[in-house]
Nanobody
Framework: QVQLVESGGGLVQPGGSLRLSCVGS????????RGWYRQAPGKIRELVAR???????EYLDSVKGRFTISRDNAGNTVNLQMDSLKPDDTVVYYC??????????????WGQGTQVTVSS
């Protein structure tokens, strides 16, 4: 069983910052945390930022220049630094990962989500 645990969400004023972390744990041969997504009520889940194994990054247009995704050296933690937050950033954020089980089957996992609320 693999778990992705997100942390760092909360309430912040417009213009403030939060740092989300996603940590993978459990039994797996390898894990690759792909990135962060977010989903507002009644809307589809959208990609916020992703990072490749090689370190290349991609961002949702509306967060470019404000959010930064990074991966730790061990590879099982991916962070999302969110600066200059806006009320429109108020949603639940999820991390997503591919992982390989003991039978070499590639599987996908989602975290439980962390709420970010930007409000004065």
């Amino acid at each position: 069983q693999v778990q992705l645990v997100e942390s760092g969400g909360g309430l912040v004023q417009p213009g403030g910052s939060l740092r989300l972390s996603c940590v993978g744990s459990g039994k797996f041969s390898s894990m690759y945390i792909r990135g962060w997504y977010r989903q507002a009520p009644g809307k589809i889940r959208e990609l916020v930022a992703r990072i490749t194994v090689g370190g290349d990054t991609e961002y949702l247009d509306s967060v470019k220049g404000r959010f930064t995704i990074s991966r730790d050296n061990a590879g099982n933690t991916v962070n999302l630094q969110m600066d200059s937050l806006k009320p429109d950033d108020t949603v639940v954020y999820y991390c997503n990962a591919d992982w390989v089980d003991g039978l070499s089957v590639v599987r996908n996992a989602w975290g439980q989500g962390t709420q970010v609320t930007v409000s004065s």
